[in-house]
């Protein structure tokens, strides 16, 4: 029997952040072997305001909730591993006989440096800032790229062309990272991801057993929801263009200014994007829906690489935490009053 509920997730360094309707967690694990947990209640935006809900508009809510989320996972994750090679530091300096400056514990077993807390301020603009950067590179680039050959907007070869630009940039870009070491390590954890939630929807025991027969490709995964924003785009683009006027008499500064015009078009692009991406989960078995997303497949056979059993044991550690959630509601606290909880190994992990 396969399970309804979504749950979707993110590769992080050294671990896998997991979320479902009303729990975010975060699984890792250090450079000493230990597992550290953490989870949290998780209330959406549109929990709170119901018309965000409303289709077209809940696209851009999950776009941003996700990179906050992804941010903050990210966060946890580095610190975690900043923690690890302190341990280890301390472990190897005290089997040579020398002391650190890391060689105290707190309560929980963390070491001095364990992480400052980041404010909500400090991750939006981490967020803002992350977009803006994207923005500029795969979107701006591209157009002014397009803009050298003269072509106008209201043409259908100019954003034909555009399109093309920052698609082959950004697939450039994920394949060029993708030959670092420590990247084809967080597509290790990605292609966990996949697999763990492929053995929950299908109403399968949480095993690595289980986990490992599974394909790393997944149509809801945000891979494909990134292709999606970009095809989206150039319709989107193709049909608004022709109606704007000319910004400027100058061609460079028209230019600019129109890139500006696509910023706040990006919106609703995610909205109609998360639509079709929704829409082609729920008909994966149509024809017409398996063409539609193979170009998402397609690039996550970049970033997504098979993973080795103790990946796929964290994936499957931060999927049963949010299900715990799940099952004792938004009531029950974590054990830890930092909400992190912290295992030798998975044997002692029971939730």
Known sequence: MSNQMNVGGQAIIEGVMMRSPKSLAIAVRRADGEIVVTERVWESLWDRFRFLRWPFLRGTIVLIESLVNGVQALTFSANQAMIGEEIMERKRAEEKGEATENDEKDA???TKSDEAPVSRWMLMATVVASLLIGFLIFKGIPH???????????SILFHILDGAIKITMFIGYVAAISLMPDIKRVFQYHGAEHKSIYVFENGEE????NARKYTTLHPRCGTSFIILVLLSSI??????????PPFHENRWINALLQVAVKLPLMLPIA?????????SSKHIDNPFVRLLIKPGLWLQLITTREPDDEQLEIALISLRKVLWRERVGAETTAIDSKNIEIYANSSEISF
């Open 108 to 110: 929980a077993g963390e």
């Open 144 to 154: 002014m790229l397009t803009s050298l050959t003269g072509l106008s907007t209201d």
């Open 206 to 209: 949480l095993t690595v057993e």
């Open 235 to 244: 319709l989107v683009f193709m049909v608004v263009f022709p109606f704007l």
């Open 271 to 279: 909205g109609v994007s998360y639509e079709i991406l929704k829409w």
